[in-house]
């Protein structure tokens, strides 16, 4: 039986959903089947913002008014999303969203998505996965600082910097996944 995760990361105008919104998502399919794990689909875009960018928010995921100027409006970009999923859902039963701290990025989805009357996927799985939580047990043992995204890369061996992008963040999150499925013995497809 497979079981699909959907790794999904946001970058956002700040921290709070009642005055800032998403200016990216990304989203990446993960298939997990006995003793495999496999990368499916790939779901990515920026999207041009609707409220004020905090500063110090686009200082760390780069958001510039230049950068963002090909953007599609934001409510474009949250339905392009829920087509995404919609397909995804056709293909796998109820995948989980899942990622780092996916509270986070689901508070700023349905708050944007209410705000504009726009569907919710259909088919998305009620079950939440948070990887920060999965890796508490690190933690506890001592073999990461923090549960932060830049501890468990590290912990993971991924080499690089952190771009602080949703789908460089999304890339990540899956391969931390890998590595804690792995740890458990569950290889990478």
């Known amino acids: 039986m497979t079981t699909a995760l959907l790794v999904v990361d946001t970058e956002t105008g700040g921290l709070d959903p009642s005055v800032s919104c998403i200016v990216e998502i990304a989203a990446q399919v993960v298939l997990v089947e006995p003793a495999v794990l496999d ?24 958001y510039s008014v230049a950068g963002w100027a090909d953007a599609p409006p934001l409510p474009k970009a949250l339905d392009d ?6 397909a995804v859902c056709r293909d796998v039963k109820h995948p989980m969203w899942t990622g780092c701290n996916p509270i986070f990025d689901m508070k700023f989805y349905n708050s944007d998505r209410k705000r504009h009357d726009l569907l919710a996927p259909e088919g998305l799985g009620y079950r939440v996965i948070d ?17 932060s995204l830049a501890s ?3 912990w993971a061996g991924i080499a690089g910097e952190q771009t602080h992008t949703a789908l460089g963040d999304v890339h990540d999150t899956c391969e931390v996944i ?11 497809g």
């Open 39 to 62: 990368l499916g689909d790939v779901f990515h875009t920026r999207c041009k913002p609707d409220r004020p960018v905090n500063p110090q928010a686009a200082h760390v995921n780069g």
């Open 81 to 86: 999303f829920r087509i995404f999923v919609d």
């Open 131 to 147: 990887v920060q939580s999965m890796a508490f047990p690190l933690l506890f043992a001592g073999e990461v600082r923090s549960l």
């Open 152 to 154: 468990l890369r590290a």
């Open 178 to 188: 890998a590595a804690l499925l792995l740890r458990k013995g569950i290889p990478n």
